[in-house]
């Protein structure tokens, strides 16, 4: 099915697009912690950033003390002094 069709379907149906798309959910609490869910799983993890591969990408978190809070099958809450979220192809 194509993503337009995906994104239709979603709307059609009040779905959110997130769970229709398979795209990452990133939720960032001010500066101390970010939400991941939708992952498929961690490719680096140190106090100074953990890289989390998801459907569309890698979602890097850069901070310091960064401490892996939760992870369960699909999401990840990490917890530090979050500096910057960046996504990579």
Do not use: Q
């Not at 009040?14 to 970010?34: C, K």
């Not at 106090?47 to 369960?72: A, D, F, H, R």
């Amino acid at each position: 099915m194509s993503e337009g069709m995906k994104r239709k379907i979603s709307d059609a149906l009040d779905l959110p697009r997130d769970i229709i798309l398979n795209v990452p959910r990133v939720i960032i609490t001010g500066r101390i912690a970010v939400f991941v869910e939708n992952h498929k799983g961690i490719i680096e993890y140190n106090s100074g950033w953990i890289k989390i591969n998801t459907s569309v990408g890698i979602v890097c978190i850069k901070g310091e003390n960064l401490l892996i809070k939760t992870i369960i099958a699909d999401e990840i809450t990490v917890e530090g002094n979050i500096t910057a979220i960046e996504f990579e192809e």
